[in-house]
């Protein structure tokens, strides 16, 4: 198949629907960008609505009191469909927004009401992606654009919160269902979410809607995707930790993979690939600046860059060390691998010694309590969590002096084009 004439994909995070006034934003974007050629519009779940579903259901899980959280949640959705009723002519969206909004909240309720005590990460999808199907929702109607259900598209595995794709079935859907709608004008899907073979709803990891457009713009053979921010581009540091940033005007596909699997924010790291594989460029831009020019990601040369600055927090330090005061083997570190695989928690750095093991993840209470039961038997183990992991890439003495002058240093590591350190937040 051909790349579909001037296909664009765009995405809108979070914080460019965050209220009614970046919804409206967003319109006039996507106005602007007028009849280009056909466009697919994916957004995430409005502002920290992500956060907010998470605490709701795991305190619903929990069977602790819920209504409060739910109730603002509501609230906070009712009220930006309020400030988008009362807009100026011209820019009027459709009336009657809320009652698919009202539905939605009555079986997000019904569902929290019903939890069982199983699967808790199943559970999770089935009540976190209420926020990308709300903000879907408000959008299209918002663009008085179509709007497409993501989860009958985007096939995946059951690995909840985690879905893993199954390209075959998603791109025979995605033509099937989204090419001839295209002509009738733009569509609005979901960010984040999928669907498995049993019809239930899977997530494809936090801030994972720059990967659902990622899998769109494959499988229709998009000619770009466009993610818009509340940031100038592709930069490198985030400016709300580092004052003085540098925004890159073009980067590789290979950078940038790197960076975002550093932590670096801004894409999420699965995004990547499926665009590099078809070559398809990737524009970050500005909401709030649309006509400035970004950052271009693509298949490129580029000179030496700036050091880009990465900060992963909510770290945790895991050691591992043989009871009997044996060296770690190759068998040890398998059991170790394992067991992390088995508890969902991904390594971010790792380090051997003699009679230990350290490996630097995420942290989770739930899922470090996991693995501590799976190892309690065979190894001593210690954990520090409330961490921090930072990555220079492309680093130089000055940018390493810098970043570690006034921090205590857990673990460093260093490699050709990468120093990394774990200090205390
Ligand atoms: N709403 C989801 C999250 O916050 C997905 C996304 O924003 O990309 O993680
Ligand atoms: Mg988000």
């Known amino acids: 198949m051909d790349n579909a004439q001037g296909l664009q994909v765009y995405k809108f995070g979070g914080a460019s629907v965050k209220d009614a006034a970046a919804i409206l ?46 109730q ?28 698919e909004i009202t539905t939605y909240f009555q079986q997000l ?9 199983g699967d808790y990460d199943q559970q999770y999808d089935q009540i976190v992606s209420f926020g990308e199907l709300l903000a879907s929702s408000i959008v299209a109607q918002a663009l008085g654009a179509q709007l497409l259900d993501i989860r009958s598209i ?6 909840w919160r985690e879905g893993r794709v199954d390209w075959r079935v998603t791109e025979q859907r995605v033509q099937a269902a989204i090419m001839l709608q295209l002509a009738q004008g733009p569509m609005v899907t979901q960010g984040f979410l999928g669907g498995t073979v049993a019809g239930a709803t899977t997530t494809l990891g936090r801030e994972g809607s720059d990967y659902t457009a990622a899998i769109l713009a494959y499988c229709l053979r998009a ?42 924010s801004v894409i999420h790291p699965k995004t990547l690939k499926p665009l590099a594989e078809r070559n398809i460029p990737l524009r970050v831009k500005s909401f709030v600046n649309p006509e400035a020019e ?8 580029h000179p030496a860059l700036a050091p880009a600055y990465i900060r992963k927090t909510d770290q945790c330090l895991v050691s591992f060390a043989s009871k009997d005061f044996s060296f770690i083997s190759e068998e040890n570190l398998a059991v170790i691998f394992a067991a992390l695989a088995q508890a969902k928690l991904k390594i971010n750095l790792m380090q051997n010694s003699a009679i230990s093991f350290s490996v630097c993840t995420d942290f989770s ?30 680093y130089d003495s000055a940018s390493i002096s810098r970043l570690t002058a006034d921090k205590r240093l857990l673990l460093e590591q260093r490699t050709r084009n990468t120093f990394q350190f774990v200090c205390q937040a």
């Not at 209470?365 to 220079?392: K, M, P, S, V």
Request: net charge negative; hydrophobic share 40%; with cysteine.
């Open 25 to 70: 934003n967003l319109c006039r974007i996507v106005r602007n960008y007028g009849s280009k050629g056909p466009l697919v519009i994916v957004v995430s779940a409005m502002g920290k609505t992500t956060n907010a579903l998470e605490e709701i259901f795991d305190l619903a899980y929990q069977k602790l009191d819920y209504n409060t959280q739910l």
């Open 72 to 99: 603002a949640l509501e609230q906070y959705h009712y009220q930006v469909i309020a400030g988008l009723q009362n807009v100026p002519a011209g820019i009027e969206p459709a009336v009657s927004f809320s009652a």
């Open 109 to 117: 309720a019904d569902r929290l009401a019903n939890l069982q005590t």
């Open 154 to 159: 985007i096939r995946t595995d059951d690995t």
């Open 223 to 264: 000619e770009s995707v466009t993610i818009w921010k509340d940031v100038p581009g592709l930069l490198n540091a985030d400016p709300k930790i580092f004052p003085d940033t540098v925004r890159y005007p073009e980067i590789s596909y290979r950078e940038t993979i790197e960076m975002a699997y550093y932590g670096a």
């Open 294 to 301: 970004g950052t271009l990601i693509h298949d490129c040369q």
């Open 365 to 394: 209470e739930r899922r470090i309590h996991a693995l501590l039961d799976l190892l309690r038997e065979q190894f001593t183990l210690h954990y520090n969590a409330g961490l921090t992991l930072f990555t220079i890439k492309n």
